[in-house]
């Protein structure tokens, strides 16, 4: 499965953006999809996640203001993320967690989207 992501720009402080991936493929079973972002000289941090059954997970720097929702339909999720600060400003990454079969487990990573945020 292939991932693409898109949505990413440049935003004043305060602005919002929505990022999308899109999965090429439904799979066999899925577990999770979610958003990583990687900032200048950090390691890559999870954002937000959603499972399969719809829970959400969202790391504490972007809760009350970024969104993760999931479109089944289009094999697609997104990312809404409103109130922007000059510290989210990192590449955005999607993942996709599952099994394309009953034995072969998949970790794919969509090719990243750079968000900018300035002040």
């Known amino acids: 499965v292939q991932l693409q992501a898109s949505g990413g720009g440049l935003v004043q402080a305060g602005g919002s953006l929505r990022l999308s991936c899109a999965a090429s493929?439904?799979?066999?079973?899925?577990?999770?999809m979610g958003w990583y972002r990687q900032a200048p000289g950090k390691q890559r941090e999870l954002v937000a996640s959603?499972?399969?059954?719809?829970?959400?997970n969202y790391a504490n720097p972007v809760k009350g203001r970024f969104t993760i929702s999931r479109d089944n339909a289009k094999n697609t999720v997104y990312l809404q993320m409103n109130s922007l600060k000059p510290e989210d400003t990192a590449v955005y990454y999607c993942?996709?967690?599952?099994?394309?079969?009953?034995?072969?487990?998949?970790?794919?990573w969509g090719q990243g989207t750079l968000v900018t945020v300035s002040s």
């Open positions: 993942n996709l967690e599952g099994y394309s079969d009953p034995w072969s487990r998949v970790n794919a």
């Open positions: 493929e439904t799979i066999f079973s899925l577990k999770a």
């Open positions: 959603v499972t399969s059954g719809g829970s959400t």
